[in-house]
Structure formats: C-alpha cells, structure tokens
C-alpha cells in the first residue's frame, strides 16, 4: 500500500491544482460569489499584497481555509496545508488572522492521513453541493476555461471521495 502513496499524492496535486481554479471560479460568478454563499468568510490580505482569504468554521470544529495557491484542513490549534501544485501535507498553526500561504507551504511535511482524508471528503462535499445548486453545466462550463481536467465534471465530488477513501486506507 505505502507504495502506492506517490500515485494517490499525485493525483491529490491535479485535483486540487484543479479544484483552486474551480474556486476562484465560484468568488468571481456573475450571480454572486459562491464561497460565501456556502458560508465562507472573506479577509483580505492586510498588505493588500497577496490573495484573500477564505475561512469557514465547521460544525465539527474543524477550520477550512483557502486561498489561490492552496488549502488549510484542521482545527483552533493545527492543521495540514496543501499547496495547489503540490500535494504535500505541510504541518501550520492556525491564527486567527490573515495568514501568508508562502510562508504556510515552507513548512515541515506532515503525513497526517486522518486529516487529509476528511479535507478531501469535505471538498468532495463541497463539490456535491455545487451540484446540486447549480447542475453540471456550471462545472463544465469552469473547467472549459481552465487548466486541463484532472476530473470530468460529473466526477469532481466522487473524485475527492476516492481520494479521502484512499487515503484512509493509510490510518
């Protein structure tokens, strides 16, 4: 199984590569921005330097954020942060504030397979939701301009959820 880890990381980069897009597709639809319709907060970068950022608390504690380059999975203390171009696990304290996703994927490496499961079950659930609010038209029609689909539309969700079950298999 462990051989099988560098496979499962990969396709773990091209999912969320393409996933970022797909978010900063949902902050910039016409009809409103996606993300805080979810319930996601909005912070801008104090410096007005870099990407915004956006946090959602869930109702198991756990802390989502997500900015352009990335994604943190965890809770008030730590969590893990993905990189959108590598799907390596970088082990952060959580702030309350804005924070620098550049200094987040310096970071140590962290292989917290419990953590990373439910990140990528939770963007599966997120994707799920996506479709069924607005159809696999709206998906198409982001991937269309995007990078090359790692993921057809109809698949996004069960992707991630293949992911998340894969990388269970490891706890």
């Known amino acids: 199984m462990r051989r099988q880890l560098p496979q499962i990381l990969r396709r773990g980069t091209a999912l969320l590569h393409q996933q970022c897009w797909l978010w900063g597709c949902d902050i910039r639809r016409s009809e409103g921005n996606l993300l805080r319709a979810y319930g996601f907060a909005r912070q801008a970068d104090p410096e007005g330097k870099r990407s915004t950022q956006y946090t959602l608390g869930l109702e198991d504690g756990s802390i989502v954020r997500l900015w352009g380059s990335g994604l943190y999975f965890g809770d008030q203390e730590e969590g893990v942060f993905l990189n959108r171009f590598a799907f390596e696990p970088r082990l952060v304290r959580f702030t309350q504030d804005w924070q620098d996703p550049a200094r987040l994927k310096e970071a140590p490496r962290y ?23 607005l159809g696999k038209a709206y998906r198409r029609v982001c991937l269309s301009s995007g990078p090359d689909p790692a993921q057809e539309a109809e698949g996004i969700a069960a992707g991630w959820r293949q992911l998340a079950k894969d990388l269970a298999a490891f706890c």
């Open 111 to 133: 292989l917290d397979f419990q953590r990373l499961s439910a990140a990528c079950a939770w963007v599966g659930a997120y994707e799920a939701w996506t479709l069924l609010q």
